[in-house]
Nanobody, 128 residues
């Protein structure tokens, strides 16, 4: 059974950068879509970026284009989220999640973050 573990969250100053990691175990990610999501206090989950693991195709919701980059290391079974020019409003718990290819689409994974299998997440706090 696929398990994902997020790490890399930290306290950073506005304008700073951070890289989050999502390490997978239990199954290779080749046949999955994997995405990064976030939830700020009092707000709904929102998709940040998603990827088709087999070919590296990426998807970014319109509001997330420009400052976030998703990447993968298939050998390490790990997906990364590089974040730059962080702003206070980026403060949130960041999660990764995956859907098997065929059960969803990379766009749907990102745009419709309705699921009940969220992990622990990793806290990102941006100070002004």
């Amino acid at each position: 059974q696929l398990q994902l573990a997020e790490s890399g969250g930290d306290l950073v100053h506005s304008g700073g950068s951070l890289r989050l990691s999502c390490a997978a175990s239990g199954s290779p990610l080749d046949d999955y879509y994997v995405g990064w999501f976030r939830q700020a206090p009092g707000k709904d989950y929102e998709g940040v970026s998603c990827m088709t693991m087999r070919d590296g195709t990426t998807y970014y919701p319109a509001s997330m284009k420009g400052r976030f980059t998703i990447s993968r290391d298939n050998a390490k079974n790990t997906v990364y989220l590089q974040m730059k020019d962080l702003q206070v409003e980026d403060s949130a718990v960041y999660y990764c999640a995956a859907d098997p290819v065929g059960a969803s689409t990379v766009q749907a994974l990102c745009e419709i973050p309705l699921r009940d299998d969220w992990g622990q997440g990793t806290q990102v706090t941006v100070s002004s």
